[in-house]
């Protein structure tokens, strides 16, 4: 069964303290990896797209990588301004919908 | 890029009254919709999701129905609510080809 897993399901972080996300998956063919942040009462929004292992993407104080079995998204010296939910999902070859991840809620403490 | 207007924000239904959640889409033809549910705590829950006008898929059996009557416009119905629908929904877009999905602000749904 097609199966995507995030850890922790909370993080909390003084301001500065850097660490990673982790998101876990089990597919049969893998079209695409997905980050997406939400905030409290708001839809997600994208990230980043990771396509093939090794590959890696930045977006100020964030980072994802990807294997062949996990993906990471490493935060570095983080801000409160950071703390949300961060949802990860992946695409399959056979289809175009996405299997979601329940999500690392993570607060950053000032 | 898309845009998607999803109305109302925040909805309080008495169980067993109807349901319309509206969602409109902008800035592309032809998107691939989608409503989601997402539980407290919880991952998304694909419902439904729309290839084209009229084309409507079900993931989950369910108290739901969802419309397409225009390219750019997916609704999301219900009859009669049942405590269990409440919940936050999401809709959300794609293109043929772009594998990210836009996603809508969302409506809080609460069945009293």
């Known amino acids: 069964e097609d199966q995507v897993t995030q850890s922790p399901e909370a993080l909390r972080l003084q301001e500065g303290e850097s660490s990673s996300l982790n998101c876990s998956y089990t597919?049969?063919?893998?079209?695409?990896l997905f980050w997406y942040r939400q905030d409290p009462g708001k839809g997600p929004e994208f990230l980043f797209t990771l396509y093939s292992a090794g590959e890696e993407k930045e977006k100020e104080r964030l980072k994802a990588t990807l294997t062949k079995k996990e993906s990471f998204l490493h935060i570095t010296a983080p801000k409160p301004e950071d703390s949300a939910t961060y949802l990860c999902?992946?695409?399959?070859?056979?289809?175009?919908?996405?299997?979601w991840g329940a999500g690392t809620k993570l607060i950053i403490k000032p | 890029s898309q845009t998607i207007h999803q109305w109302p924000a925040t909805l309080v239904q008495p169980v067993g009254s109807p349901l319309s959640l509206e969602c409109t889409v902008e800035?592309?033809?032809?998107?691939?919709l989608y409503w989601y549910r997402q539980a407290a705590g919880r991952g998304l829950q694909l419902l439904f999701y729309?290839?084209?006008?009229?084309?409507i898929s079900s993931e989950v059996p369910q108290n739901l129905s969802a419309s397409r009557p225009q390219d750019r416009q997916f609704i999301l119905s219900s009859k009669k609510l049942l405590l269990s629908d409440s919940g936050f929904y999401l809709c959300?877009?794609?293109?043929?080809?772009?594998?990210?999905?836009?996603f809508g602000s969302g409506t809080r749904l609460t069945v009293v």
């Open positions: 959300a877009c794609s293109e043929a080809g772009d594998y990210g999905y836009t």
């Open positions: 729309s290839v084209g006008i009229g084309q």
């Open positions: 597919v049969s063919g893998l079209r695409g």
């Open positions: 999902a992946v695409r399959l070859d056979s289809n175009y919908q996405l299997i």
């Open positions: 800035g592309t033809s032809n998107p691939n």
